[in-house]
T-cell receptor, first 112, second 114 residues
């Protein structure tokens, strides 16, 4: 079945690292994505990883994929107040073309 | 390069009416997908169009329909509006034929049904 789960809230101190977690159920998912949504805005693609990769790093962002446990995480180093937003994990099911299945989103609050 | 544009940005309708939302993808992109975002159900896939053909559809009633024009612009239509159709409607454009492509979202159209 198609399902993506995320914890709903995360609060971190400015300058610390944030780790947002996601689990998915479809082991044959091909691509996994992280999107960011700020208030009143659309979705901004942060990064994505192909399912045969374990890790991808892009500046302050590190994505880790544990395919055995169907677990995906996004680490944001040196978290800033501008990182406060909702972060969505999403997967593309096989043969889904460009269909994205989203988690409920994790609200990240960064405090001084 | 201009991003994905959606019009109108805000819309207020009453129950029973119909509405048409428009999405212009990034130049050169041939795939347009539509999503509904609500506080209760989150982000849900409506449908995807590629080269004027619907090639994937989510679990929404037939009141929700869409189309894509030869210039890749897409419209979605909701007939016989219900209160539960109040949502942020997002479209995303992508260049590629298959999954795994970067998908760029527009700012959305916020529909309120009274």
């Amino acid at each position: 079945g198609e399902d993506v789960e995320q914890s709903l809230f995360l609060s971190v101190r400015e300058g610390d690292s944030s780790v947002i977690n996601c689990t998915y159920t479809d082991s044959s998912s091909t691509y996994l994505y992280w999107y960011k949504q700020e208030p009143g805005a659309g979705l901004q693609l942060l990064t994505y990883i192909f399912s045969n990769m374990d890790m991808k790093q892009d500046q302050r962002l590190t994505v880790l994929l544990n395919k055995k446990d169907k677990h995906l995480s996004l680490r944001i180093a040196d978290t800033q107040t501008g990182d406060s937003a909702i972060y969505f994990c999403a997967e593309t099911p096989p043969y889904g073309y460009n269909k994205l299945i989203f988690g409920a989103g994790t609200r990240l609050a960064v405090h001084p | 390069k201009a991003g994905v544009t959606q019009t109108p940005r805000y819309l207020i309708k009453t129950r029973g009416q119909q509405v048409t939302l428009s999405c212009s993808p990034i130049s050169g992109h041939r795939s347009v997908s539509w999503y509904q975002q609500t506080p209760g159900q989150g982000l849900q896939f409506l449908f995807e169009y590629f080269s004027e053909t619907q090639r994937n559809k989510g679990n929404f009633p037939g009141r929700f329909s869409g189309r894509q024009f030869s210039n890749s612009r897409s419209e979605m239509n909701v007939s016989t509006l219900e209160l539960g159709d109040s949502a942020l409607y997002l479209c995303a454009s992508s260049a590629g034929l298959a999954g795994g492509n970067e998908q760029f979202f527009g700012p959305g159209t916020r529909l309120t049904v009274l």
